[in-house]
């Protein structure tokens, strides 16, 4: 316990090749991620659209119905009115909820591209500076997980960081 208590104050040294090592794989890791929120906003968004189409050709077939329809009195009218009613209600939470993924995704991937932004800098000044830039970087080579200012947000007011999570 003592020999540890002892070694706690020294200064442990990084070679170069493992600390150009370790910033490759959170470039490689960070560039990766980046690539499946994409991926992951261009999923929501088809989806978005399949929900549009589907939307409005329900709506084509309930007006259609109704134009079509000799029967249809003041009366009956209620039967129309409460199925779409409930149609439009379930749609919006629909697209509700698919915005608020496909706002998760980009500032996730917002996340993602400002560290990887922050190794790959830290990365040229790793090799700019030679042999005696680890040493001389110390702590700065440690690259924590990067996150946009709160402006990043704008005018969406939906749209929190508890929705994120």
Known sequence: MAEYEGNNHSVSMIPKEAALQALNTIIQLH???????????????KELWKLFHLFFLFLG???LGQAQSTRLQCRHCWVPIGLLSM???????????????????KYQRRCHKLTLGLATDRLRQLKMRGGAGVDEMGDELEIHYQEPPES???????TSRDLLE
Do not use: M, P
Request: with cysteine; charged share 20%.
């Open 61 to 63: 077939l309930v007006f």
């Open 152 to 158: 990043y947000f704008g005018f969406v007011f939906w």
């Open 87 to 105: 149609s439009h209600l379930i749609f919006y939470v629909s697209v509700a909820q698919t915005l608020r993924c496909i706002n998760g995704f």
């Open 31 to 45: 560039f990766e991620k980046t690539l499946e929120k994409k991926r992951a906003v261009d999923l929501q968004k």
